[in-house]
């Protein structure tokens, strides 16, 4: 073999490895990114979704046991509101909760007709273990943050996540939505304390944004 | 090609491709991990934190009323009040009905006082509904906040009619309807146990300046938390408060007032005073209510002097003085125990109970009373046993009824007020050196933040004692009809009021002592008349 040949295949392996090298470095880095993007992407909506989605009181009925209250997404968003409502230490099923719908309501008194106040849906039953919770600058499972917070809430029993749809799917309005979407939740009676906990969905995932405490007695 | 640059060309392909791939992906790798996460600042959320802050502080007023539909608000928290629906609760005989209202105006800018009428909303909503009571009402802010508004009913009892086939208009100068501001309309949910309540109920909770020479009523809310009353010795202390089944069974009941519950008269609100009722010691003197109790048993509400009570009597001093056994067995939905064996001022609260008469549901009486112990029959005993269990009021406890009476639609008010009374001091007036007021009732005018008095008629304790007997204990039904005609060319707002107090502590002189009254008031109705 001729020194030029020796050279040349010399040449020509050595770019072939830096290729090799470049591409492995490519993808390693790639993929660093990619799953560091999806961490800021998830604290980001956290954050963001803590500070736009919140529960209200509006009142509490308690001659029919019935607790009004309302949400709200400060974006203006149209995203519906995915919550689990829990009753002292037992979740009550999505069938209990209601959400109410203008559009449908003819004679002001609500939740009185047929359709003015269709049932939250049913998301998934989802076990505590495979919800997650931003709780004290980490992710935890939400039967861990019910424990920490000492809700008395059973730690693996499924919890119902229920679908209330946001009023501006129901109404008509261009623009931004600036309604708020009124719910109203049946309870036990002699019920002590009710926990709305309202989640956001991120990469099929759900995570926990809020807690809103209604103290009855 | 010369030795030397294959080498060179080699070392800059090597370059170009680590400068086009790995550098880029390098520094952006960088780039990205020293950029922070965003926290973003939500002006909206902040809006909705000063919002209730600002509710909390009362920045915006609400008050509805049911009367005329209007509902008024007030807004001076600095910026426009932006409201979404407002949300209504009325209870019909046919069940609760929670309804959302669409007003025509939503936006009440700041500094700004605004009516809106929902007349016609709210006829929607009362459709088909028998004897609507309104019980709450809340504005919704398109920020998402709920501001309750006060609800203001007043209920007219009577409307004087022309008399049918006689001919005499009876209406002709006449009064026009009856007001009714006590008893006080009560509903299921409420709270009876705190006399806070008729705040909600339409009343403004005041302290006059002077029970002789009243000029100013302030209002004065820690009368109910705080305030009011004291004593010459220990003063009554709240221990214990609990709720479900409750079995009273002592020797020596001292006291008991009692009547029906006016959240559901099937019920009974109870108070008694004995000593070393637990938790209290054995030696402390003691008083319990008792909110909404139930017997268990069937042969009355309680035992006392081993006879059974089916009811409670109208005379409210019926169970006065009593020294004698008391059971009672059943479940209770509040029970206070009290132990004399506090310190300083306390409020009316321990004083006080709501609580009915007759049976009548809905509606409550206001029942003060001193009394703990005993009454006394010589000058040289206390009522009470010792002047440490000898009360007295440090502020006069005042209700303004919030019904503006003016004085350019009316000529005159006339003041109706039915009551009870029963002292503890069994020489009746010649057991006082001085005779000073128990009970006030008459008009006043608002100025600023206060209530000048413009003219009362007074109830002094020897007028009160000639009408009742201390032992055997018998509080005979007093009433009176207080006329005050309205100055006219005045364009003023008028307010009914009612006080009463404790004035006496105790005098002694020598041996004796004078001024050391205890005693009951049970103010049935007060009615207003106004004349048109």
Redesign the interface.
């Known amino acids: 073999m001729k020194k030029a040949q020796s050279e040349l295949l010399a040449t020509v392996a050595l770019i072939g490895l830096a290729l090799v090298m470049g591409v492995a470095i490519i993808s390693l880095v790639g993929s660093t990114i990619a799953s560091y993007r999806d961490q800021v992407l998830l604290m980001n909506t956290l954050n963001t979704e803590v500070s736009n989605t919140f529960v209200n009181l509006i009142t509490y009925d308690n001659t029919s046991n019935r607790l009004w209250l309302l949400l709200k997404r400060l974006d203006g968003s149209r995203i519906d509101f995915f919550i689990a409502v829990a009753v002292d230490s037992q979740y009550i099923p999505c069938s209990n909760a209601r959400y109410y719908n203008p559009v449908k309501d003819t004679d002001s008194v609500m939740c009185n007709e047929a359709e003015d106040c269709p049932a939250a849906q049913q998301f998934k039953l989802a076990s505590p273990g495979s919800l997650y919770v931003p709780y004290e600058g980490s992710i935890v499972s939400f039967a861990d943050f019910v424990r920490a917070r000492n809700y008395g809430l059973s730690t693996t029993s499924s919890i119902p996540i229920c679908i209330v749809k946001n009023v501006c799917n129901l109404v008509s309005i261009p623009g931004l939505c600036a309604n708020n979407t009124i719910f109203v939740v049946s309870i036990p009676s002699g019920a002590r304390v009710v926990r709305i906990f309202t989640f956001t969905l991120f990469n099929n995932n759900l995570y926990l944004v809020n807690v809103y405490e209604v103290r009855l007695s | 090609?010369r030795k030397g640059q294959?080498n060179v060309?080699?070392a800059t392909?090597?370059a170009a491709?680590f400068l086009a791939?790995?550098l880029p992906?390098?520094t952006?790798?960088y780039t990205?991990?020293t950029a922070n996460?965003?926290?973003?600042y939500?002006q909206?959320?902040a809006d909705?934190v000063i919002q209730v802050a600002q509710r909390a502080s009362e920045q915006v007023l609400a008050i509805y009323n049911e009367s005329n539909t209007v509902l008024y608000i007030l807004n001076y928290r600095g910026k426009p009040l932006d409201i979404?629906?407002l949300?209504v609760?009325v209870?019909c005989i046919e069940?609760?009905?929670?309804?959302?209202?669409k007003p025509q105006e939503v936006s009440i800018p700041s500094g700004q006082q605004k009516a809106l009428n929902l007349s016609q909303?709210v006829a929607?909503?009362l459709?088909g509904c028998t004897k609507p009571n309104t019980t709450?009402f809340?504005i919704?802010t398109?920020q998402?906040?709920?501001i309750p508004a006060e609800v203001i009913s007043l209920r007219i009892v009577q409307e004087l009619q022309t008399e049918a086939g006689t001919g005499f208009l009876t209406r002709v100068g006449g009064g026009e309807k009856i007001v009714t501001a006590l008893p006080i309309p009560i509903k299921?949910?409420d709270q009876l146990w705190n006399i806070s309540l008729l705040q909600a109920k339409g009343f403004t909770i005041a302290t006059l300046d002077s029970m002789t020479s009243p000029a100013i009523l302030t209002p004065d809310s820690t009368l109910v938390s705080s305030s009011g009353m004291r004593s010459a010795g220990f003063s009554w202390r709240l221990v214990r408060v609990t709720s479900g089944s409750i079995t009273v069974n002592i020797g020596t009941v001292y006291n008991l007032w009692f009547g029906y519950d006016p959240r559901d008269t099937s019920k009974y609100n109870i108070m008694f005073t004995t000593t070393g009722y637990s938790p209290c010691s054995s030696t402390t003197l003691s008083k319990v209510k008792i909110y909404g109790f139930r017997s268990s048993l069937t042969q009355g509400v309680l035992q006392i002097s081993n006879k059974w009570v089916k009811e409670p009597s109208q005379d409210v001093a019926n169970y006065t003085f009593k020294n004698t056994n008391l059971y009672l067995t059943g479940t209770a939905d509040r029970i206070e125990i009290y132990c004399r064996d506090g310190s300083g001022e306390v409020s009316y609260n321990p004083y006080t109970m709501l609580m009915n008469t007759v049976r009548s549901e809905g509606f409550a009486g206001l029942l003060f009373t001193t009394i703990d112990r005993s009454y006394r029959a010589s000058l040289s005993s206390v009522p009470d046993g010792d002047t440490s269990r000898l009360d007295y009021s440090s502020k006069p406890f005042a209700l303004v009824y919030n019904y503006s009476i003016s004085s350019k639609q009316y000529t005159a008010v006339a003041i109706a007020v039915n009551y009870r009374f029963h002292d503890a001091e069994g020489l009746d007036a010649d057991g006082v050196k001085s005779d000073l007021p128990i009970m006030l009732v008459g008009l006043a005018y608002r100025d600023g933040n206060v209530f000048r008095v413009y003219s009362y008629r007074s109830f002094t304790f020897r007028e009160l004692t000639r009408y009742e007997d201390t032992y055997p204990p018998t509080a005979q039904a007093q009433s009176a009809v207080v006329f005050i005609p309205l100055p006219q060319g005045v364009d003023r707002e008028f307010y009914v009021f009612i006080a009463f107090q404790d004035p006496y502590n105790y005098v002694q002189s020598g041996s004796y002592y004078y001024d050391c009254v205890d005693f009951t008031l049970y103010v049935e109705n007060l009615s207003i008349l106004p004349f048109r």
């Not at chain 2, 996460?37 to 973003?40: D, Q, R, S, V």
């Not at chain 2, 609760?96 to 209202?101: D, F, K």
């Open positions: 090609m294959g060309i080699i392909i090597f491709l791939f790995v992906l390098a952006h790798l990205s991990y996460i965003k926290t973003p939500s909206a959320l909705v979404e629906r949300i609760t209870s069940g609760v009905r929670v309804a959302s209202l909303a929607l909503v459709q709450a809340y919704v398109q998402g906040t709920v299921s949910a």
